[in-house]
């Protein structure tokens, strides 16, 4: 009798399990939609480390169904992204304005909330938790659970009405808030705003093209390990533009969170592991043989240590 109680309660639990996590996905769906779909103008700050970055997005299709999207940066220097369909353009303080040709726009949001969440299922799990009210609007709180100690978690308030972003946080397993990206203006339009029309008429900088240098290549040393579910995205060899030295450079993705591993001659034989915070982002520095690793991504730091330990020259480079 009792192991059919049991048996009764892992049922229950499982099923319960399972329709969290089929609600969490459907609202990740319309999300994904919704952030493609819709013509919308709003305003969110970036909180990290006591301090606060605000921005403002528009987006919006026009009448030939091409998405237009502006990012800008309020404080500081003026920093713009500008989006037409596959271009995108940075319009930056300490560089001519550039474009290139993408979908996706690297800021704040991470851009698999525009995609296909599913793609990111075999690393974490969504979990629908309930109601909540942010910005004045009833909100669905939907959690992004990293299945293994290797990465944070990701906690989603999503507007009732529009399923679009109302605020999201990074979280340790633990429950520690690293950083959180609070909306506070939200507005839903049928038609574009001024400032996308104006884009759609805009003429764009051309497209730079990528230097031969910068383009992937055999590289001479090899990440031994990363977390599941991570995979190399981009690799190159290039010079420091501060500096002019010679570095390797190394991208990787588990869709949601991108890590970049740096390779570069040191002077120093051996240095202590340096690790700097920004938020939910770490950056570690060390040196090993007179080699210096440097990892930046959103992750812990013994996972950034981790990577960082596991790199190896390999045995057939001429750089030995």
Do not use: C
């Not at 026009?62 to 990012?71: F, Q, S, T």
């Not at 009210?133 to 959690?143: C, D, F, H, K, T």
């Not at 690293?178 to 939200?186: D, K």
């Amino acid at each position: 009798m009792r192991k059919l109680i049991v048996l009764l309660l892992l049922s229950i639990t499982t099923s319960a399990i399972a329709t969290e996590n089929e609600q969490a996905t459907s609202w990740l769906q319309k999300l994904s939609l919704s952030l493609k779909q819709l013509n919308f103008n709003t305003s969110f700050v970036v909180v990290k480390n006591n301090q606060a970055e605000p921005y403002h997005w528009f987006h919006g299709i026009n009448e030939g169904g091409e998405e237009l999207e502006i990012i800008s940066l309020l404080n500081g220097p003026r920093r713009d992204v500008l989006r037409k369909g596959s271009i995108v353009s940075y319009i930056e303080p300490e560089l001519p304005p550039y474009s290139i040709a993408t979908k996706q726009i690297s800021g704040p949001i991470p851009t698999v909330f525009r995609g296909d969440m599913s793609s990111i299922s075999s690393s974490y799990d969504f979990v629908s938790v309930g109601r909540s009210r942010v910005l004045g609007r009833p909100a669905q709180l939907i959690r992004i659970v990293s299945k293994d100690q290797h990465r944070f978690g990701y906690w989603l308030w999503l507007d009732q009405e529009s399923s679009l972003l109302l605020k999201f946080a990074l979280i340790t397993r633990t429950g520690q808030l690293l950083e959180q990206v609070q909306f506070t203006h939200l507005e839903i339009t049928k038609h574009l705003s001024e400032n996308l029309k104006q884009l759609e008429t805009a003429e764009l900088p051309q497209i730079s093209e990528v230097p031969k240098s910068f383009q992937e290549n055999d590289m001479a040393w090899r990440v031994g390990w990363l977390p599941n579910g991570f995979k190399r995205i981009k690799a190159n060899r290039h010079r420091i533009s501060s500096t002019k030295q010679p570095v390797e450079f190394m991208l990787f993705s588990d869709g949601l969170v991108n890590v970049s591993v740096y390779i570069n001659n040191s002077a120093d034989k051996q240095r202590a592991v340096e690790y700097v915070m920004d938020g939910a982002t770490v950056v570690l520095n060390q040196v090993n043989k007179g080699f210096e690793v440097s990892v930046v991504g959103k992750i812990p730091s013994k996972t950034a240590k981790a990577i960082a330990d596991s790199i190896v020259l390999l045995a057939k480079s001429n750089n030995q």
